[in-house]
């Protein structure tokens, strides 16, 4: 951490601030600059060092050397984590594919989903029970019911299922009807429910909340290891910017970039990254070349009468030929998308 | 809601869309213009409408004309709420004053904190017991014995009490101890938690999520109104943006903005929306000047040794000068801020 | 500056950041941290230093202690610097007044504006003779025709008159119809022109590109202080974000900010800062509250027929009404709004 | 255009906004609806009409239906225009591919970075003689010297040079020493730059500024086209977003929205795009996937010490490696990259 002096601080100042390092526990090295003293501090770095460095009269800004977060850290696990669920592999050369509609509607269409969703290549299957809708008059989802219809589509078709837990009431609810949970980008930041995905024995997909910074994003997943569960996979999902074409803006610099900082393997989800049917296969062949772990992608048997998300969702014909392609660039850089295919 | 055509859109596809229309229970006015036809669609607009024609084929994009929420709009209601719970109140020309720590860290110094922001003139206090933290290392809270340290502090001054609630399973117990629940930036979008506080009988303080739209906003308190509660007041503090000078960036045209759409009080929060204790009293009085309804205020009695949020914190001394600053700027446009002061 | 080293980095590595530094003629100073080697560098910090050192190897990310400007900077000049004009007064507690229409229309237009807007107590009348406009289709100015008119309304009233300029060519051509010069936010950083207008013996208002830092900003204004042009204004009038039911968002807390880092006056326009009119006399209000040295607001005698800008312009009534109110939050404070009125 | 009424306008206001459409030449279709009136209005869409219909009174919004730009379109021509240019081709199934230094340093810098680069495959020579810098005290470029440095570079190679060009006044020389164009970000709303090239018989690069919406960088776009020149290539190189890990935030999914909307083709930078030499190679494979016509790219014969941008410059191996790489994914994709190579 390196505390930076106002220019006009004086000697008294530099000597409190040295002080309260002190009594943090740490060790102080000032360098008196042509314009500034400047205090470089060594020793654990702790969030509250920051804060409380911060408010010392005469300090300027605290600027921290480490990152905040230590689990998710690559320096403190250097090998790639790779997730294997029931068939679905994502980290490494494995290119994890989940796919299937916004929201479970019936059995008929979760189960057909499913079946066209592994003919084309998936390795697992989405599908919303519990929605969190931006609106409350929108559909909320079929709750449990929806549950049991994703757990039979998994019984024909053998896919792990993906699905989002929105409270953690729910937490054990949905465990046991499914492989993986999502915890959604606006529950990203909900501290009590990832506590609560961290005690369960499943997966976690976690999704980038719209404004989260890479540090916030690393932390939120800093909760669910801290709780025990090692399982935790990053979803990219797009930021809110000023752009207006697109819902969101997907930024795939943050593949590389998350391979860099953390072992935890990177989803991007090129539909809600979007917005746009009609963008989804290209920024998904983007994100396979880009180095990403898996896809996460919405498909659906009719989309144009789809209860919700429409917009952004495939119908089978397309996905399979977004499937091709991707496999076509991910074979060109040595890398598997997928499982087997019809 | 409008549909606009592609320009190259078939009559059969205009002809799907309009039989979608009427399938939704609207109806249809079509325009044909020199480069594209519109559909003008008349009728209730909802979400579901506009999802489901945007994906019809030929269709190039659906714009709403209504505004998705109802219970908050000034439409369904010309007159400003105003809220009046123990002393606070804000709407109309009185603007409520919500001041204290970030964290209650002891009885001590919740009471002094009371005692002090309401010889300046506060109306509420405010002081967090679950604190939603960005890592899981920083300091969560007290808890329920911080609650009853703030029901102390009501006990000795007559404050009105502002605490969050984080998690459903809490609101029953913050809502015995406390006078007006806040549900945070991060969890605007928590919608299990937006209707649990929509169904208990306490003023709800909801803050704007740092990426969150306006009609989001909105719509996150539509889900308490939706519930019974009609007694939400709107608190802007600042999004997110590209200004790394600022915490976030406080945008007071949200005030101006939110008082045409709605008739719900606007409260302004200084203290995150900048992040910086030197920025706030100029934001507090800038706010007052906008119009806002109410503010609310981080006051520490040792801004230097807070538990959190020490860096964007005043002391007594800053915070009765704020006041004295705010009151004039009040004056001098015919409102009146807080309650008697010392 | 600060060099933090990766945490693998090896001690050769350090060593030749070290000899790096040492040939840009600075000092080292190594701190051996519990993760990182951080190397504090002493001596006069330069753009170009920063960049050498990024790229060296094993160097994780380089930190500046000071800001890249100087002349712009309150540490090289304490006292705020005054903007006098013709009766145009900006900075220290003299709040300035810059108001009139978007475009020269007409001397009519032009000459009746200035009138009003001096009766209302402006200090100084704006209009656009070269307009820089998104669409090439769009009215581009009157061109050296809007610049006589613009001296006649100054004639018949002695206001001081803002008008920009948009290329190098005409900036002595501009200068003689004008006394205030003005930079537009889509030439903040054509430093060609920056380099002109700093040439130029007249003040000189630089708008804020709509996603310039502030570093970059007042990085814009070194430019033109470094050709010996001091009278310098900083105007802010929004940034881009997210936000769409503001054209801009517009953050006020860059005046103290501003008024922290630098001793150039701040100028406010509410009227691009928000792209409303209905939003414009609240924000102009918030503006003097906090703290700004000048206003620059858009008038028209009849916004409904305006040739741009008329959806974010006052008529006559509104501006002068709205003067009344900035009057009387200036005064609670204080400070002078502007000029005599009638 | 669509004209949204206020739901509480009167009969008159409805009459008087029908009445000045009529005045813009355009016809009215009126549709009442349940809760609000919309004027549906059939024509020749302009700028000015919304503006002036925007102002009316009882008007509350006005939506364009019509794109803002004509020659830019894809409605209006509907084949991809194609870029060819001494060896150099982007468009269709051509993948171009522009690289060199930052800056040009010196004839040896150059002359080497033109051999390696088309060694490496690069079919253009990038380098700048003009360099607008966010600081006046950084490097500002060897000028006309660095321009016949250029020019021996692509006699020694044959490589097609493209440099930038920062004021009117320097178009036709640097028109005389180079093969493309380029318009940098921050003048892409430069617009008197923008005419000036669209005078000359030169292809040109117009980078997208940082803030612009598409619809701004397609009307830049039009400024040079409406000149009279059509070879324009557009360039995305990134927008400023709140993220920070990165410089700028690269949306990729530009390159699919941009073929939708325009038949320009479109070139994506990965080095500012990113700002970092490590997540360079990862985005230029992804921008190939997601269908770019062309790369640009920064390579400097050593990083460590170039004049300007070495944190985010290959070094040649590093370029070479990317080129094999990206050659395998547009292989994969049927498509061809850059030239022969070594």
Do not use: W
């Not at 997966?203 to 916030?216: C, F, H, Y």
Request: proline share 5%.
């Amino acid at each position: 951490m390196i505390v930076v002096m106002e220019s006009h601080a004086t000697q008294q100042q530099v000597e409190a601030a040295i002080k309260k390092v002190a009594e943090l526990g740490l060790r102080s090295n000032v360098i008196v600059g042509t314009e500034r003293t400047v205090i470089a501090v060594v020793g654990e770095e702790r969030e509250h060092a920051k804060e409380v460095l911060e408010v010392c009269e005469g300090v300027s800004t605290v600027m921290p050397i480490l990152a905040p977060y230590k689990m998710a850290s690559r320096e403190v696990r250097g090998e790639p984590t790779v997730i294997d669920c029931q068939g679905f592999r994502a980290g490494g050369t494995q290119i994890g594919v989940i796919a299937g509609p916004c929201s479970v509607e019936s059995e008929d269409q979760i189960v057909t989903s499913a079946r066209s969703v592994k003919a084309a290549g998936a390795t697992a299957l989405r599908g919303g029970a519990f929605k969190p809708r931006t609106s409350p008059y929108s559909f909320q989802g079929l709750k449990e019911t929806g549950l049991k219809m994703l757990a039979a589509a998994r019984d024909e078709t053998g896919l792990a299922v993906v699905t989002e837990v929105v409270s953690t009431e729910d937490v054990e609810l949905v465990a046991r009807y499914s492989d993986i949970l999502q915890v959604g980008a606006r529950n990203m930041q909900n501290y009590r429910l990832l506590e609560a995905v961290g005690n369960v024995d499943r997966p976690v997909l976690l999704k980038r909340g719209p404004s989260a910074t890479m540090d916030e994003f690393l932390l939120a997943a800093e909760y669910i290891l801290n709780e025990g569960n090692q399982r935790v996979m990053l979803c990219e999902r797009g930021i809110r910017t000023f752009e207006s074409h697109t819902r969101f803006t997907l930024p795939l610099a943050s593949v590389p970039y998350l391979h860099r900082k953390t072992h935890l393997p990177v989803i991007i989800d090129p539909s809600h990254g979007t917005g746009h049917t009609y963008l989804v296969p290209d920024m998904a062949m983007a994100a396979v070349a880009a180095g990403a772990d898996g896809l996460i992608v919405e498909v659906h048997p009719d989309p144009q009468n789809a209860a919700s998300d429409g917009y952004q969702s495939l119908d089978f014909a397309g996905f399979s030929e977004m499937m091709d392609r991707c496999r076509r660039v991910a074979g060109a850089l040595d890398r598997t998308l997928g499982g087997p295919h019809a």
